[in-house]
């Protein structure tokens, strides 16, 4: 069993900066790999990126690509996702997500869910 713990979201204005974490239990963290998705009102939950368990492995939507980055540290059992030039449409509820496979999480049927943040960007 894995918990994840989301944490960093707030209300920022456009063009502003955020990082998000997600704290993992568990002594496997490391041979996870690892997503963030996001949820708008009345939108579907998309993937926004993920990490193979090296962090190696990348991948990214194409409306986030050049302005967000995941890393991982598995020392710490966390995965972050940096968010910079944040735009209004960025906002959504964010959530963490983890699969033994990046192929399972990239397909959004990872086994493990945080509760997710909140990013809100103003104009």
């Known amino acids: 069993q894995v918990q994840l713990v989301e944490s960093g979201g707030g209300l920022v204005q456009a063009g502003d900066s955020l990082r998000l974490s997600c704290a993992a239990s568990g002594r496997t963290f490391s041979s996870y790999a690892m997503g963030w998705f996001h949820q708008a009102p009345g939108k579907e939950r998309e993937l926004v990126g993920a990490?193979?368990?090296?962090?190696?492995?990348?991948y990214y939507a194409d409306s986030v690509k050049g302005r967000f980055t995941i890393s991982r540290d598995n020392a710490k059992n966390t995965v972050y996702l940096q968010m910079n030039s944040l735009k209004p449409e960025d906002t959504a509820v964010y959530y963490c997500?983890?699969?033994?496979?990046?192929?399972?999480?990239?397909?959004?049927?990872?086994?493990?869910w945080g509760q997710g943040t909140q990013v809100t960007v103003s104009s």
């Open positions: 997500a983890a699969a033994t496979y990046l192929p399972t999480v990239v397909a959004g049927t990872a086994d493990y």
């Open positions: 990490i193979g368990w090296s962090g190696r492995d990348g």
